[in-house]
């Protein structure tokens, strides 16, 4: 199986702003807010220099599941000043996890790790997604409140 093979298979397209390739898969009914319930999308990153997931963040946790291929580095800077780097992956012995809650109003990234080729992974949202509750990182501000991790950030924003 290639990325290629998956592109064609579930039909991704590009995720605008954030990158690499996604398509939904579920979408619950409309709240009173215009939220859906919840949402679920699968998604691919390659180890392009310029495919990987650029900070955001979300107003309501999300949910990460690894499925296939190489481990997924990702940096969550946390609204207090916190940062943690988990790998989504397979080796769950070795410290990786098979999925991952991103809390609410934490900014996220994340890359195929070193040495790796692909990352096929979901995102599931409850309330769902929409684009009106999403935020995209400035590299500028980003790290000036997280200046320890300047150059993992710079690495994971784009304009």
């Known amino acids: 199986m290639t990325p290629e093979d998956l592109v064609r298979h579930y039909g991704l397209e590009p995720i605008p702003r954030e990158g690499g390739r996604f398509r939904r898969t579920w979408a619950g009914p409309e709240r009173p807010d215009g939220r859906p319930e919840g949402t679920a ?18 107003p309501s946790d999300e949910v990460w599941h690894f499925y296939l291929g190489d481990p997924l580095d990702m940096l969550l800077l946390a609204p207090d000043g916190g940062v943690r780097s988990v790998v989504l992956g397979p080796d769950v012995l070795g410290g990786m996890h098979p999925q991952y809650t991103v809390p609410a109003g ?4 994340a890359r195929v790790a070193r040495g790796g080729a692909w990352s096929f992974l979901g995102c599931t949202m409850a309330p769902g997604f929409t684009y009106e509750g999403y935020e995209h990182g400035d590299a500028a501000e980003l790290t000036a409140r997280y200046p320890a991790e300047a150059a993992r950030i710079t690495a994971l924003c784009r304009p």
């Not at 934490?106 to 990234?109: A, D, L, R, S």
């Open 106 to 109: 934490t900014w996220m990234g």
């Open 41 to 58: 999308i699968v998604a691919l990153f390659t180890s392009a220099t310029d495919d990987f997931s650029a900070l955001h963040r979300l």
